[in-house]
């Protein structure tokens, strides 16, 4: 069986240039699915046809991880410093107050 990175782009996926990536067509009236790439956003590199639901699987599972990891950014930054010392329970620790 074949290892597949699913962290890195999948150069088999691009987004959709009919709905740029976004799965919908806003009409003059009226939202629909994008009949281009029914509703994924995403089309296959090569072909601009609709993917293969396994690469299709792939390519958005490596984008929730990226979006995932983007929103834990902030959460991991403010989880260190001179701030984690004053919250919860610590035994000891250090003094960050500067005197
Ligand atoms: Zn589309």
Same mark, same amino acid.
């Given at each position: 069986?074949?290892?597949?990175?699913?962290?890195?782009?999948?150069?088999?996926?691009?987004?959709? =240039?009919?709905?740029?990536?976004? /799965?919908?067509? =806003?009409?003059?009236?009226?939202?629909?699915?994008?009949?281009?790439? @029914? &509703?994924? &956003?995403?089309?296959?590199?090569?072909?601009?046809?609709?993917? @293969?639901?396994?690469?299709?699987?792939?390519?958005?599972?490596?984008?929730?991880?990226?979006? =995932? !990891?983007?929103?834990?950014?902030? !959460?991991?930054?403010?989880? &260190? /410093?001179? /701030?984690?010392?004053?919250? &919860?329970?610590?035994?000891? /620790?250090?003094?960050?107050?500067?005197?």
């Amino acid at each position: 069986m074949a290892v597949i990175e699913v962290s890195a782009p999948n150069p088999l996926a691009v987004d959709c =240039q009919a709905c740029a990536g976004k /799965g919908v067509f =806003q009409g003059m009236f009226h939202r629909g699915i994008c009949n281009a790439c @029914d &509703g994924l &956003g995403l089309v296959c590199r090569a072909s601009g046809e609709l993917l @293969d639901p396994l690469i299709a699987a792939l390519e958005l599972r490596r984008r929730l991880n990226e979006a =995932q !990891r983007w929103i834990e950014l902030p !959460r991991a930054a403010a989880a &260190g /410093g001179p /701030g984690a010392d004053y919250q &919860g329970h610590h035994r000891g /620790g250090g003094n960050w107050t500067g005197d």
